[in-house]
Each structure stands twice: as structure tokens, then as C-alpha cells.
């Protein structure tokens, strides 16, 4: 048998967490809190539909739809970044400094191609997004946790691991974070990007969650404090317009984006056409403002039942996040429960049937942080099932403390 690359063995405890986040997702007899999808509300099928009958002519875009295109992108999808996504957050840029990817992860994943070493350090927050980590596995990289509080990242902690571990790249979900739905604090913003300057370090920050805030004070992006070129930043379409299309994007300095304009040549030669175009459109035809507030007055209904439904029925002594918009909460249990041996027991017994991702997974030391948590997802689940699926969880958290 032909060995496998060493980086299959370095990412399967990642893999399979990511597997098994996805899994209950499509299974129609579990109330499922694990997965990041949308609300089946907030994808425009009708716009979307009619869009794509204009656009599939040859007389219009028809042709530009079906066939190659540019490395960066096409240029109004980059223009509708700039203008309609980046500006009103204060980052002053062009769009030459965009280019357009296949997702938000491929931005990861192409920054990893551009810098990464087999070896070099990243420094991620504690807890993390898993999917990250495991493209940082993928890619040999050693990932070191960075302690948060409920503002994010510590900047205290960062500085520490910096001079402690000389990484190449600090890579942080500052805004409704994933798993937490914690909000970095304007101030360790601005703290972020002096550290990354000060230590020549380059900070990945990924941010597709910033669109869907619906409460709470907006603050602009690390990106926003970056005089030096060390902050690279990637947002993703997937959650205001379609995850399904697989659009994202990327915003760094000219010669940064010239790099990964090569790397992405090298990978996959641009991002899919029709997404594209259908999704410039939309926003060029003024789709997005309602749109926009539809999803994000959907999403606030959706955690507030959720948040109110945790104090409702799980056991007193529980600790959960506060997000101001995303798509995420975090609950750490009381009694040392083991959400791990949870999750296969509320996952399989046919009195509970709810599913959600246990937090061990999400921190990347792997040294048992986070046995005691889980991430709950309330953005593609129905109010009514949110608060049955939080009553019957609950239930089996406080009968394993009542034993």
C-alpha cells in the first residue's frame, strides 16, 4: 500500500471532528444545534432564481457565466466589497487589494500556502474554530492556544506566547467568534495590530460572521488599525448572501494579494463564474439592504429563544455566552460532565434526539480545556425546536447531576 503524505496522520483528530460536526446536520430526526448553516429563510431562492434567468442569456452574461475568468475575481463582485462591505466598516482600500476565493476557508488555506512552513507557530484563540486548525494541521504547522476572556483574545496572553513561541501568524475570529460568539473588545483590536507590527508577525483575521450583528455597538476590523501591511483579512458571502456558492474573499496589501493571486493560479485557477455573477447582481440591483435586515431580525429571535430557553431548563450553575449577532453560543456545564459522552448519548437516544458539538475539539493544545463545554448553533433551527431541543437536552444534563 502506498503511504500516505505525513499531514493525513497530523490532521485526523481534527478531521474527524469536523466530520462529526457535519454529521447530524442532514439527519431530519435530530433537533441539531452543531452545524454554522444559515436559516433555510435567509437564502434569497426566489431573487437568486430570477437573477440567474437574466443573467443566462448570451445577449447578457451568459457567456462571461460559462466561461473562464479572472484569477482575482470578476470586477464588480471586488467593487461590491470595497463599496458595500468594507468601507462602511472603515477600511479604505481598492480593488486591487481583493481578490475573490472559494469560500472563506480557501482564504485560510491559501494564506497557509503563501506563509506557512511545515513548523512554524500560529498562534489561534482557546477555543478556536476547528476547521481552521485543521487546515493549519494540514499544513504541518504547530498551533499554540491563546487565552480569551468575554472580550476576546488577551492581549496580555498574546504578548506572552509571541515572545514565548516566535509564530509566523496569529489567527483570530474577532467578531461573534467561532465557537464562543465572543466580540473582540475595540481596544484589543487596536492591540492586535500594534503586536503584529511591533513582532513582524502576520495576523489572519477571519471575519465571516461581522455582517450578522444585530445588537450591540459595531466596531470596525483589526484590518482597520493596520499601518504596516501584517494583518490579512478574509470574509466570506456564505452567511448574508449563500454558503452554497462558495464565495469569499480576501483583503490585504497589493504585493500580498499578488501572491496569493499566484497561489490561487496554482490551486483551483479563480473561483466558480456564475456564483460570481449572481451574486454581484444582487447586491448591484439593491437586493441587499432587506435582505440584510430580514436575516439579522430572524437571527436575533433565534438567540434570544435560544439564550432564554438555556437559563429556562438547564441546570443552575450554567455559564453561556451573550452573542451580539453570529450564529453561535458557548455553554460550559457545571458537575464535570463530559459533553463528549453527552453528545453520543443525547445524539442516539430516541427520547432526546438533539445534537450540538462538544467544545473539547474546538481547542487546539488538546491538553482537556473545554471538556465541560459545547458550541450551540441556533441559526438553521426553528424557534419552536430550538426551545423543545434546549428542554430536552437540559432534561438529560440535570438527571446525570441528580444521580
Known sequence: MVPYAKRMEKMAFTANVVKGLFGSMTNPD????????????????????????????????????????????????????????????????????????????????????????????????????????????MFEARCVGVAMDDNGLIPEDLERKIRQCHPKMIYVIPTFQNPS???????????????????????????????????????PPIKHFDTTGHVVMAGSFSKIFSPGSRLGYVVADTETIQHLVDVKSATNSHTSMLPQILCAEFFKRGCYPAHHQMICDLYRRRRDVMLQSID????????????????????????????????????????????????EGFFSDRDGQGKNCMRMSFGNTPEDLIEEGVRRLGGLICSKLNK
Not at 183 to 197: H, N
Open 181 to 219: 460568539g465572543r466580540t473582540l473588545s475595540l481596544e484589543r483590536r487596536k492591540a492586535v495590530a500594534e503586536l503584529a507590527a511591533k513582532y513582524d508577525v502576520l495576523v489572519l483575521e477571519d471575519d465571516p460572521y461581522r455582517d450578522i450583528r444585530y445588537s450591540g455597538e459595531d466596531l
Open 30 to 137: 435530530i433537533i441539531s444545534f452543531s452545524g454554522g448553516s444559515p436559516a433555510r429563510e435567509a437564502l434569497p431562492v426566489d431573487t437568486i432564481r430570477q437573477l440567474a434567468d437574466e443573467v443566462l442569456r448570451t445577449d447578457t452574461r451568459g457567456v462571461e457565466a460559462l466561461q473562464y475568468g479572472p484569477i482575482e475575481g470578476i470586477r464588480d463582485l471586488r467593487e461590491v466589497v470595497v463599496r458595500e462591505l468594507l468601507a462602511p466598516k472603515g477600511i479604505d482600500c481598492g480593488v486591487d487589494n481583493v481578490i475573490i476565493i472559494t469560500g472563506g476557508l480557501e482564504g485560510i488555506n491559501l494564506a497557509c500556502q503563501a506563509y506557512i512552513d511545515p513548523g512554524d507557530v500560529i498562534l489561534v484563540e482557546a477555543p478556536t474554530f476547528v476547521q481552521s486548525v485543521e487546515i493549519f494541521d
Open 312 to 359: 429556562r431548563y438547564f441546570p443552575a450553575g450554567t455559564k453561556h455566552s451573550n452573542p451580539d449577532g453570529g450564529l453561535f453560543t458557548w455553554v460550559e456545564l457545571p458537575g464535570g460532565i463530559d459533553t463528549s459522552a453527552l453528545l453520543q448519548e443525547s445524539s442516539t437516544d430516541p427520547a432526546v434526539n438533539v445534537a450540538f458539538v462538544a467544545g
